[in-house]
């Protein structure tokens, strides 16, 4: 089966602080894409990235970063210098090889204060 | 290319009564899909298509109709409203299963009383 955890409901930071959301993931799938999504209060799901199951490379875009590993089945989503707009509920989701359905974790509410 | 739109955006019923979630997409993307999100349940795929003529179900798909005539829409179709149906609805779509994005729509939020 597959399945997504995201133990960290909500988190709160203050401006400028660097913040690590946690994402581990379980599939029996060789071949599997791991996403990340913002839901800011306004509702939209907004894509920020996407990663295959072979390409273990951390990827940076900003001040966002992402940790993939396969030991630990993890893809954490690193914010590094906090902003108020950082605000919002991200998700985790996984997809397996050959299907358009997405797995998708409960969530994690942030709230960054100014 | 206005992505994947979905409407209404807003909608109350009252138990009993049908209605139908618009969704459209003007990338020619083979995918389609629906999910449904409630609170502390992340979102929940109740159909999904894999091309004009081809539906199947999800995780979620009692209460739920869907059919796809066209490649551009996706309607999702309540046949008989009940509280329980009472969440966000996203409709999402992708070009192919193992390449791109995955585009989501801005939701429709639904109230059943």
């Known amino acids: 089966a597959q399945k997504v955890t995201q133990a960290q409901t909500e988190i709160s930071v203050v401006e400028k602080e660097d913040v690590t959301l946690d994402c581990v993931y379980e599939?029996?799938?060789?071949?599997?894409?791991l996403f990340w999504y913002k839901q800011p209060p306004s509702g939209e799901l907004v894509f920020l990235i996407r990663?295959?199951?072979?390409?273990?490379q951390n990827e940076i875009s900003g001040r966002y970063s992402w940790n993939f590993q396969k030991s630990t089945s993890s893809f954490n989503f690193t914010i590094t210098a906090s902003q108020v707009v950082d605000s919002a509920v991200y998700f985790c989701?996984?997809?397996?090889?050959?299907?358009?359905?997405?797995?998708f974790g409960t969530g994690t509410r942030l709230q960054v204060f100014p | 290319n206005a992505g994947v739109t979905q409407t209404p955006k807003f909608q109350v019923l009252k138990t009993g009564q049908s209605m139908t979630l618009q969704c459209a997409q003007d990338?020619?993307?083979?995918?389609m899909s629906w999910y449904r999100q409630d609170p502390g349940m992340g979102l929940r795929l109740i159909h999904y298509s894999v091309g004009a003529g081809i539906t199947d179900q999800g995780e979620v798909p009692n209460g739920y109709n869907v059919s796809r005539s066209t490649t551009e829409d996706f309607p999702l179709r309540l046949l008989s409203a009940a509280p329980s149906q009472t969440s966000v609805y996203f409709c999402a779509s992708s070009y192919d299963q193992d390449r791109g994005q995955i585009f989501f729509g801005s939701g429709t939020q639904l109230s059943v009383l």
């Open positions: 990663r295959n199951s072979f390409d273990e």
């Open positions: 989701a996984l997809k397996g090889y050959n299907t358009d359905k997405l797995i």
């Open positions: 990338m020619n993307h083979e995918y």
């Open positions: 599939t029996r799938d060789t071949t599997y894409y």
